[in-house]
């Protein structure tokens, strides 16, 4: 046993911090949901609700922010509504920086994977394709 896993069993937790019955509930819910975790995490679902989440309440703060900064006139408002339409324009412009820096490169970056796999498997098949007829012709009789 590992000093680690003494640890571990020492105070019946993992790294999460949960204890051994809250790990195996976790461990058979997986199981049980294995291929829409399996689609959360390869699919990053998790950064698409984020960046879907974060667009849609930047533009309410930031219009919320326009509407209160337009019609206020006393100064305790006056900031914030400042604030307000401050904050909202940079969290669905951030969105929108993510979207071209992190999520279209990386979407062009599956595609290009995706043909160079397409690629590389094409020219495995005819390699493989004339080893197999070579190693059948080894066993055809010859003339002599």
């Known amino acids: 046993m590992t000093e680690g896993s003494e640890a571990e069993g020492a105070h019946g937790q ?4 949960l204890g051994e ?5 976790v461990l058979v819910w997986v199981g049980q949901n294995l291929t829409q975790v399996r689609r959360s995490v390869y699919e990053q679902r998790l950064l698409y609700w984020s960046l879907g989440t974060g667009l849609v309440v930047g533009l309410a703060v930031h219009v919320a922010g ?13 900031l914030v509504a400042d604030l307000l339409y401050a904050l909202g324009y940079a969290l669905w412009t951030g969105v929108v920086v993510v979207m071209f820096v992190q999520v279209f490169p990386e979407a062009k970056r599956r595609q290009f994977k995706q043909a160079l796999d397409a690629y590389e498997a094409s020219q495995r098949d005819p390699a493989r394709a004339d080893s197999d007829q070579a190693a059948g012709d080894d066993d055809a009789p010859t003339a002599r």
Do not use: I, N
Not at 66 to 78: A, C, G, K, N, Q
């Open 14 to 17: 993992d790294v999460f911090g």
């Open 66 to 78: 326009y509407v209160l900064r337009s019609s206020v006139t006393t100064e305790p408002l006056m």
């Open 21 to 25: 019955s809250e790990r195996q509930a």
